[in-house]
């Protein structure tokens, strides 16, 4: 299980939630989550990526749980959810399905919103009988769907078998992460964000990184590399935005023009200039309007944010 090393006080601390409760997979994993915000008020459900937890949403937990109900949840290994020996894209949609029916009511439709390789999850998940009793719409952030190493951008090589043998070598390496050092912070920072990240920025994203345990970092990056979920995305029929950052090496931005030409239902495409991969951390404010609008569009709720707004 990740060790937890956000700092608790900070300005991406993730705040306390309202209730905590376990979800049990179809193979028996269980998982953390999460609930924030009021009773009642419209769902949204946020799957973070590879190497990160439910703390990677802090901004959007703040900012929505005023009048949204927010379920976060730690995918397996990853946060307060113990390791399994099953790493797999069907494993990530089995999640997804027993998060979904351990917090919504039956019928009940919310705003799934997936970074990197939560997106990957909702590809994987999109035609399961879960997700499409309560997806009302989708929100892809810096993901893809295959070619993944092929494509990466982290090891500054030309385009080619070698480039994609060192760069599979890196993200698989079993090495230890080991502490947050400002040699670890520069690292990180090249490999996931952009220039203009700030410190605070950089250390959050580090410190949830770093917690992930290097077997589960390794686990899941075999998974990755052998990616190929092409027919999710076609089958992924609800309507569907995408958020991508013109700086992300890991998902560089010919992912999201190929999702955005392989959804049946697209609904908006932003590039977000000179931000890396951690979009939600990098452009939190951008990534809550795109949750928000698609949560007022696609969901019979509009009425509900008022008067919780009304009521606060």
């Known amino acids: 299980m990740s060790r937890l090393t956000h700092d ?25 989550v999460e609930v924030h915000g009021p009773e009642g008020a419209p769902a949204v459900v946020l799957a973070h990526g590879w190497t990160c937890s439910t703390a990677f949403w802090a901004a959007q937990i703040r900012d929505l749980a005023v009048d949204h109900r927010v379920v976060a949840y730690d995918q397996r290994g990853h946060g307060r959810s113990p390791a399994s020996e099953l790493c797999s894209t069907d494993a990530l949609a089995d999640d997804l399905e027993a998060v979904l029916a351990a917090t919504l009511a039956p019928g009940e439709q919310a705003v799934l919103v997936g970074h990197s390789m939560g997106g ?37 090589l030309r385009a080619g078998p070698l480039r994609t043998r060192v760069t599979a070598a890196v993200l698989g390496s079993r090495a230890p992460l080991g502490p947050v050092t400002p040699v670890a912070r520069r690292i990180l920072k090249y490999a996931t964000m952009g220039a203009g990240s700030s410190p ?41 935005a995408v958020v991508a950052g013109t700086a992300d090496r890991l998902t560089p931005v010919v992912h999201a023009r190929a999702l955005v030409a ?51």
């Open 262 to 312: 392989a959804l049946p239902n697209c609904v908006g495409s932003t590039e977000l200039p000179g931000v890396g991969h951690m979009t939600p951390i990098e452009a939190p404010e951008l990534v809550t309007a795109r949750i928000r609008e698609l949560v007022a569009t696609y969901t019979q709720t509009a009425g509900k944010i008022e008067e919780i707004k009304e009521g606060a």
């Open 120 to 156: 990957m999850t909702l590809m994987a998940a999109s035609t399961r009988p879960r997700f499409t009793e309560h997806a009302a719409a989708a929100l892809l952030c810096s993901t893809g769907s295959t070619r993944l190493v092929a494509e990466s951008r982290v090891v500054p």
């Open 200 to 240: 605070l920025m950089v250390d959050a994203c580090a410190r949830i990184v770093h917690a992930c345990p290097r077997s589960v970092r390794h686990a899941w990056s075999a998974v990755l590399e052998s990616l190929d979920l092409d027919h999710g995305v076609r089958e992924l029929r609800v309507p569907t």
């Open 8 to 32: 608790a006080h900070g300005t991406y601390a993730p705040p306390p939630p309202v209730r905590e409760l376990v979800a049990h997979s179809a193979d028996g994993a269980t998982l953390h």
